[in-house]
């Protein structure tokens, strides 16, 4: 069964907007990460959020985690077409596997 | 240059027959993973490894076999494909302990007829 569910599962916004996609989990965590997808391509590390802390940065990305709430936000600022992509969550309960949500798809328009 | 890559790209193999999908990578890595991707269920683990001789189940583990003599090569047999075989597998590697950023490979698509 999945651990993470992503929300929206699509999402497009014009360039320039942000971007804003949720996961939400079941158990408790180590961690937590979001990578990325292109079309037709493997997925990519975007970054990793312990689960002591409640926000972190990287670029324009912004990530926060709520562990009472079990629940992670990933913000993607003054979004481009190459942020086109899926997106998704995963966790890790323990013992080094990833748990990944079904992701969010998002579409940047010109 | 180093990186994890995987063979074939695309496969093409008809139902009962036995297929194995070859995934390498030249970090030395101690972990690495077999994830199958179909739509509606995201990303499942096959099968993973701590290091060389040591795999174990994930979470849909019937049907596949590994196995992993050398650090850097992890194949995957499905020993009599059958239809819902068919998908997108990755394979995934970390460095294991305290670092848990996994790199992923471009995927093999396979589909059985």
């Known amino acids: 069964s999945q651990q993470g569910e992503e929300d929206p599962q699509a999402l497009s916004i014009q360039e320039g907007e942000n971007a804003t996609m949720n996961c939400s989990y079941k158990?408790?965590?180590?961690?937590l990460q979001w990578y990325r997808q292109n079309s037709g391509r493997g997925l990519v590390h975007l970054i990793l959020?312990?689960?002591?802390?409640r926000e972190k940065h990287s670029g324009r990305l912004r990530v926060t985690l709520d562990t009472s709430k079990k629940s992670s936000s990933l913000l993607i600022t003054a979004s481009r077409a190459a942020d086109t992509a899926s997106y998704f969550c995963?966790?890790?309960?323990?013992?080094?596997?990833?748990?990944f949500g079904q992701g969010t798809r998002l579409t940047i328009n010109p | 240059d180093a990186g994890i890559t995987q063979s074939p790209r695309y496969k093409i193999t008809e139902t009962g027959r036995q297929v194995t999908l070859m995934c390498h990578q030249t970090?030395?890595?101690?972990?690495m993973f077999w994830y199958r991707q179909d739509l509606g269920h995201g990303l499942r683990l096959i099968y993973y490894s701590a290091a060389a001789d040591i795999t174990d189940k994930g979470e849909v583990p019937d049907g596949y076999v590994v196995s992993r003599s050398k650090t850097e090569n992890f194949p995957l047999t499905l020993e009599s494909a059958t239809r819902s075989q068919t998908s997108v597998y990755f394979c995934a590697s970390h460095r294991g302990l305290t670092s848990y950023e996994q790199y992923f490979g471009p995927g093999t698509r396979l589909t059985v007829t």
């Open positions: 158990t408790s965590i180590n961690n």
């Open positions: 959020i312990r689960s002591n802390e």
């Open positions: 970090w030395s890595h101690s972990y």
């Open positions: 995963a966790t890790l309960p323990g013992a080094q596997k990833l748990v």
